[in-house]
């Protein structure tokens, strides 16, 4: 089995920036127990143009993982808690600001440091 890389982009409300970094703290520490996500260290940034886009690149185990994390109740209410406080999961890659750049930039954000 082969992993998965994904980029996910997520607007959140401009008041829960904050919240949404929290959530992707937790979220990757249960992914990481449950088997989803692999061990390989996530990146996370955010638009210098766009200052309400975060964006998450982060590997999946596999195509099965992705599968069962979609049927896993505590992954939805994680989810479900995302949906409160952001306005668009899911930002096509073309909707960023710094989309029709050669080498964009973005703001590096650690969310997994305590």
Same mark, same amino acid.
């Given at each position: 089995?082969?992993? +998965?890389?994904?980029?996910?982009?997520? +607007?959140? $409300?401009?008041?829960?920036?904050?919240? =949404?970094?929290?959530? =992707? +703290? %937790?979220? !990757?520490?249960? &992914? =990481?127990?449950?088997?989803?996500?692999?061990? !390989? %260290? @996530?990146?996370?940034?955010?638009? &210098? $143009?766009?200052?309400?886009?975060?964006?998450?690149?982060?590997?999946?185990?596999? =195509?099965? %993982?992705?599968?069962?994390?979609?049927?896993?109740? $505590?992954?939805?209410?994680?989810?479900? $808690?995302?949906?409160?406080?952001?306005?668009?999961?899911?930002?096509?890659?073309?909707?960023? @600001?710094?989309?029709?750049?050669?080498?964009?930039?973005?703001?590096?954000?650690?969310?997994?440091?305590?």
């Amino acid at each position: 089995m082969s992993g +998965r890389i994904v980029i996910a982009a997520y +607007r959140a $409300k401009p008041e829960k920036i904050n919240d =949404l970094l929290q959530i =992707l +703290r %937790a979220k !990757r520490k249960f &992914m =990481l127990e449950a088997g989803y996500y692999s061990p !390989r %260290a @996530p990146i996370t940034m955010s638009s &210098m $143009k766009d200052p309400e886009l975060v964006i998450e690149v982060f590997e999946w185990t596999s =195509l099965e %993982a992705i599968s069962i994390a979609h049927e896993d109740s $505590k992954v939805l209410e994680i989810w479900s $808690k995302m949906d409160e406080i952001c306005y668009e999961i899911g930002s096509r890659l073309n909707s960023f @600001p710094e989309a029709m750049q050669s080498f964009p930039n973005f703001e590096p954000v650690d969310p997994y440091d305590d």
